[in-house]
Every structure is written in structure tokens, then in C-alpha cells.
Nanobody, 116 residues
Framework: QVQLVESGGGLVQAGGSLRLSCAASRSIFSSNVMGWYRQAPGKQRRELVANIFSGGSTNYADSVKGRFTISKDNAKNTMYLQMNSLKPEDTAVYYC?????????WGQGTQVTVSS
């Protein structure tokens, strides 16, 4: 079992920045891939925001390219999402996700609200 705990969400004005953190109870070095997903108000599905693979390669949703940066610190077992130039449409609950040996784990989510 792996616990993922997100932090860093909050209320920010459009154009502002936030950094989300995801602390894992297990070594993230051994994770196949980790990522950030979000679920906007009124939407039923979570969408991929960004993910990072064990080798360090990254992938971003088109809507956040150039504004968000995903990274991880293996020594701290923590993944990050630096979010700049935030827009009201970025408002959502952001979830941390990790895959270890074909088992998928989710955090509890952290709310990000961007006011116009």
C-alpha cells in the first residue's frame, strides 16, 4: 500500500502561481510513472495535467504547456507541480497519482481556485 498526500493548493488570483507537492510513503524512484490529474467543477472525469516517468521524461496536457512544470525529488519521495500564469479555468481539485508495479494509487486531492 502506498499513501500519497498532496499539499499546496489554495486560492490565487489569475496570473498568479502555486506549487503543489505530493509526498509518497514509498520510494518514488521505483515508481513507473507519477502524475497530476485534475477534476474541474461539474466535470465527472479527471483529466491528466502532467506526468513524469521513471527516467525523467515528462508529458503535459496542451492546456498547461509552457505554464506548468512537473518535477520530482527522489531523495524526498516527493513530486511537485509548479503552476504559473494561472487561469480561472485551472480551477479544480488536483490529484496526485502514482503507478508501482501495475498498481495505481491516488491522493486525496487538493483544491486550487483561481479567481478572475
Amino acid at each position: 500500500q502506498v499513501q500519497l498526500v498532496e499539499s499546496g493548493g489554495g486560492l490565487v488570483q489569475a496570473g498568479g502561481s502555486l506549487r503543489l507537492s505530493c509526498a509518497a510513503s514509498r520510494s518514488i524512484f521505483s515508481s513507473n510513472v507519477m502524475g497530476w490529474y485534475r477534476q474541474a467543477p461539474g466535470k465527472q472525469r479527471r483529466e491528466l495535467v502532467a506526468n513524469i516517468f521513471s527516467g525523467g521524461s515528462t508529458n503535459y496536457a496542451d492546456s498547461v504547456k509552457g505554464r506548468f512544470t512537473i518535477s520530482k525529488d527522489n531523495a524526498k519521495n516527493t513530486m511537485y507541480l509548479q503552476m504559473n500564469s494561472l487561469k480561472p479555468e485551472d480551477t479544480a481539485v488536483y490529484y496526485c497519482n502514482g503507478l508501482w508495479a501495475a498498481l495505481n494509487y491516488w491522493g486525496q486531492g487538493t483544491q486550487v481556485t483561481v479567481s478572475s
